[in-house]
């Protein structure tokens, strides 16, 4: 069965330092999020990405925070200066259909445990 | 402003027993409720999804309700397993609205014990 992937699935760094997040969709998935999770708290929606640019983002999704989608298969995010307050789980999910499909449903990956010292 | 709440915030069951776990929103215009078992350090496993036009589904031993009109939904859960221990949430999305941009709620914590 096809899943989401991520990697790595943990990742340790220093404060103000930048890291990458990649996430492996679904082959056949059109749109793409990112989600966090603060420990012990709800997950968070970040970014819905769609032919090749966000098309929705939420208040935490700040200038820090960057997307891309580098080829056909890798979905990334990117944190530019991390802060302590990043440290969190954080998901990627792709779904087939969007915002024009009722049934959109989302498969998550596994999560990157993000930890920043 | 969009909510989803859920209850209980945890559940303790005996391995076998029935549960229900509930979930009220304010989203609107509504588009559909999802709920999502998730497991310690993993991500969501979606169980279920509805539109308005649904008042139940059923996945296996999980059965959800969705009562558009006082917008509530709930998840029954039959012949509780071992493995059934995990956090649920209940999410919903908004018509106008991307799909990702969904209201999470906070999720009931449920313990099987045997």
């Known amino acids: 069965e096809p899943e989401v992937t991520q990697t790595p699935s943990h990742q340790v760094t220093q404060m103000g330092q930048e890291v990458i997040l990649r996430c492996v969709p679904i082959s056949n998935h059109l749109y793409f999020y990112w989600y966090r999770q603060i420990l012990g708290q709800k997950v968070e929606f970040l970014v819905s990405?769609?032919?090749?640019?966000?098309?929705?983002k939420s208040e935490i999704f700040d200038d820090q925070f960057s997307v891309e989608r580098p080829d056909g298969s890798n979905f990334t995010l990117k944190i530019r200066s991390t802060k302590l307050e990043d440290s969190a789980m954080y998901f990627c999910?792709?779904?087939?259909?969007?915002?024009?499909?009722?049934?959109?449903?989302?498969?998550f990956g596994p999560g990157t445990r993000l930890t920043v010292l | 402003k969009n909510q989803v709440e859920q209850s209980p915030q945890s559940l303790i069951i005996l391995e076998g027993k029935n549960c229900t776990l509930q979930?009220?929103?304010?989203?609107?215009?509504?588009?559909?409720l999802r709920w999502y078992k998730q497991d310690t350090g993993r991500g969501p496993v979606s169980l279920t999804i509805?539109?308005?036009?649904?008042n139940t589904k059923s996945n296996g031993r999980y059965t959800a309700t969705l009562d558009a009109d006082t917008k509530q939904s709930s998840l029954h859960i039959t012949a509780s397993q071992l493995s059934d221990s995990a956090s649920y949430i209940c999410v919903v999305s908004g018509l106008n609205t991307n799909a990702g941009k969904s209201t999470f709620g906070d999720g009931t914590t449920l313990t099987v014990k045997p």
């Open positions: 990405f769609y032919n090749n640019e966000i098309s929705e």
């Open positions: 999910a792709s779904s087939e259909l969007g915002r024009e499909g009722a049934y959109n449903e989302q498969f």
């Open positions: 979930c009220n929103y304010t989203v609107s215009p509504f588009s559909n």
């Open positions: 509805m539109t308005f036009s649904e």
